[in-house]
């Protein structure tokens, strides 16, 4: 767990305390280790030279959440060849970011992943669940469901795509 | 029953699904696009799996001595400076001789004839789409063949700026909110129009370089790309 630093501890000692934070907070929204590294390590690059030696925590994690949402949308944009504009609120809606604390963040993903599930039918729920969290290969969520892999194939994008309409709804 | 179209985004979300949990990065691009939301979920219920992530140790030392070269402008000596800047002019300044150098491109594949066409490998207009479809002002990441680019618009004509900065040879992000391409790898921006935005520790660097961009007759914008 993240301590809060003390306060006389310069803004780029600071910052490298809260990319666990913000490196989490990417690996929830990349959903893997690779891309989650080449992410934070650009927000580090991008924010902490700019950083002002006397910023407040606060105000250095507010930093820190609007470069990493600025790179994550970046990213994104870059591999769909779209305007970031278009996808910033799908990366991260501003309101629920900074956080308080790192304890608040801590579980953010699994919090977040529920609530999607929960608001899904049973059919759609149990696809990605034994797809996602549990780690089933398709022909395992199929044996498991008593359907075929052409069949749970598309009722996988299906429920993702109702997944993606409930984080916009939200 | 599902239709083709849905078969072919079930095989696409498929496989990012599958890279995802086998803990791969993620392969996508613009035939993804379509799909993005499906493909954003998979991601965000893949990262479900862990509920706090922490860096893994051999990352942090890495990002530690990344964030080491990354205060370049601090403890870099002069020296380094100029012939960091001296390459990077070189690098622009061949870019426009290059850019000169390109045939005016056709509406088809360049012949095989002699002279300067010979030089130029396989020059030709790449399709972005409708002008329409670009907002005034709002650039928008394309790749012409080799060449990633950002497209803007301005009015009836768009321009086309490398997307590639001119200091190191990082992809330029671009910030809504500073109205700036800014690089990931250094503390170095470039305006709309392609001009460094100087800051006081930061050394002067060449303006992106801008590639032949047309619209057509049937307001399609195209872009010369290798």
């Known amino acids: 767990m993240i301590e809060f630093p003390a306060a006389d501890v310069p803004a780029a000692q600071i910052a490298l305390e809260e990319l666990d934070l913000i490196y989490a907070f990417i690996y929830a929204r990349v959903g893997n280790r690779a891309d989650a590294e080449d992410l934070t390590q650009q927000v580090a690059l991008k924010a902490i030279p700019r950083l002002r030696a006397e910023a407040a925590a606060a105000s250095i994690r507010a930093y820190l959440f609007a470069t990493a949402r600025s790179v994550l949308a970046g990213f994104w944009a870059h591999r769909f060849g779209l305007p970031e504009e278009e996808l910033r609120e799908d990366v991260a809606p501003p309101a629920q970011h900074p956080p308080p604390g790192p304890r608040a963040e801590s579980g953010a993903a699994a919090t977040r992943a529920t609530r999607i599930l929960e608001a899904l039918p049973a059919n759609y729920r149990r696809v990605l669940e034994l797809r996602f969290l549990r780690g089933y290969s398709l022909k395992e969520v199929a044996a498991e469901t008593g359907s075929t892999v052409g069949g749970i194939k598309v009722m996988q994008l299906r429920a993702l795509r109702a997944a993606a309409k409930v984080e916009t709804d939200a | ?226």
């Open chain 2, 1 to 226: 029953m599902p239709d083709d179209r849905e078969q072919q985004s079930s095989e696409r979300v498929e496989r990012v699904a599958r890279d995802l949990m086998a803990g791969k990065r993620l392969k996508i691009g613009p035939a993804d696009a379509s799909d993005r939301g499906a493909i954003m979920a998979a991601a965000a219920l893949a990262g479900a799996r862990e509920p706090f992530p922490r860096m893994p140790p051999a990352f942090r030392r890495r990002l530690q001595s990344a964030l080491e070269r990354g205060r370049e402008p601090g403890v870099m000596s002069r020296r380094t400076a100029l012939v960091a800047g001296l390459a990077a002019a070189v690098g622009a300044v061949t870019g426009a001789a290059m850019a000169r150098l390109m045939p005016e491109p056709a509406a088809h594949p360049v012949g095989r004839g002699g002279g300067i066409q010979n030089r130029i490998p396989a020059v030709r207009w790449y399709d972005a789409g409708p002008l329409s479809a670009f907002k005034e002002g709002l650039p928008v990441r394309f790749q012409a063949g080799a060449v990633g680019t950002y497209l803007i618009r301005r009015g009836e004509s768009v321009k086309a700026l490398s997307s590639v900065c001119t200091h190191l040879p990082c992809e330029l992000a671009w910030g809504a909110e500073t109205s700036s391409f800014n690089c990931p790898c250094h503390n170095v921006a470039f305006d709309g129009d392609g001009f460094q935005i100087t800051t006081p520790e930061g050394y002067p660097l060449p303006p992106l370089p801008q590639l032949d961009v047309r619209v057509t007759a049937s307001g399609r914008v195209e872009v010369a790309g290798p």
